[in-house]
């Protein structure tokens, strides 16, 4: 009776350490493949990304916002040409110049907005520039090693009884989902930061209609500031996925599962954080709104 107590509760601790060590691996593969994909994901332009969308929201520009940044744009002209006529005494004191300026102004404003897209596109091909670079400077060795970790957690767990092992079991089932949960936050943000591109790409030629005019275009400027903000978005989050790679490198593997798990955990956590905060960081540094 003895013997079969034995066989039994020898079965539960292999069933229970089996299931400790697939969460552990299951674990550190999502993190390692997600973390990974960040530096590709992000060095895409918005033509690379999505073919599809890219066509739907460039056919958009052209012939839904364009027409509609025409008007805006001749309505900025005459509020331009009737701010120089008054500023100049009240109609007394004209200059042949000035129409020469105002044409100039025009043509600029025109060719502005009829090439916006492109301007627009140029803007996160320097974006893709320097997320390029940063990758040959920054290391993208983001990689737990699975096969050591699991040895050096696992080796230990066949001393412990039933019930610490329960315990252990569960933490790491609650870990696992939390580092799903991680890896989906990871994916919105990507995802949710080229939507983004794509939303502002959209309405460009409205803002980009402003530009003609003092006062009217600090709508333009803001603008292109967020834009840019969203370009040089990538960059930073290359350098929080190379802060993440060498916080990775410094953690040791022991024993110790619970501490090891929650170090993994909390540098994961952290760059999560870090890459939520990438977007208002650009955007503070550009003084963009």
């Not at 039994?8 to 089996?18: A, N, Q, V």
């Not at 290359?238 to 170090?263: F, Q």
Request: glycine letters at 6%; one cysteine or more.
């Amino acid at each position: 009776m003895e013997g079969l107590f034995d066989k039994l509760t020898d079965w539960i601790k292999e069933l229970l350490i089996g299931m400790i060590e697939g969460n552990l691996t299951n674990m550190f593969s999502d993190v390692n493949e997600k973390v990974g994909t960040i530096a590709t994901e992000v060095g895409r332009t918005p033509q690379s990304w999505n073919s599809d969308v890219f066509s739907m929201i460039k056919n958009l520009s052209e012939t839904v916002i364009i027409p509609i940044a025409g008007l805006v744009i001749t309505f900025v002209l005459c509020y331009e040409l009737i701010s120089m006529l008054i500023d100049r005494n009240n109609l007394h004191d004209i200059d042949t110049w000035m129409f020469f300026k105002w044409v100039f102004k025009a043509f600029v404003a025109i060719t502005i907005v009829t090439n916006t897209f492109d301007i627009v596109m140029a803007t996160f091909d320097v974006g893709q520039h320097m997320v390029s670079n940063a990758a040959g400077v920054i290391s993208s060795d983001t990689n737990i090693d699975i096969a050591s970790s699991i040895v050096s957690m696992v080796e230990g767990l066949e001393e412990l009884g039933i019930a610490e092992l329960i315990a252990i079991s569960l933490e790491t089932t609650i870990v696992r989902f939390c580092m799903d949960a991680l890896s989906i936050v990871i994916t919105v943000i990507l995802y949710g930061r080229m939507i983004e591109i794509y939303l502002v790409s959209s309405m460009a030629a409205i803002p980009m209609a402003t530009m003609a005019n003092k006062e009217w275009g600090q709508i333009g400027n803001n603008y292109f500031r967020s834009l840019f903000a969203l370009a040089i978005q990538g960059f930073f989050i290359m350098v929080c996925v190379g802060i993440y790679s060498v916080l990775v490198k410094t953690i040791v593997v022991t024993d110790n599962i619970h501490a090891s798990i929650a170090m993994i955990l909390t540098y994961t956590v952290l760059l999560c954080f870090s890459l939520f905060k990438t977007g208002s960081i650009s955007k503070s540094i550009l003084n963009a709104h």
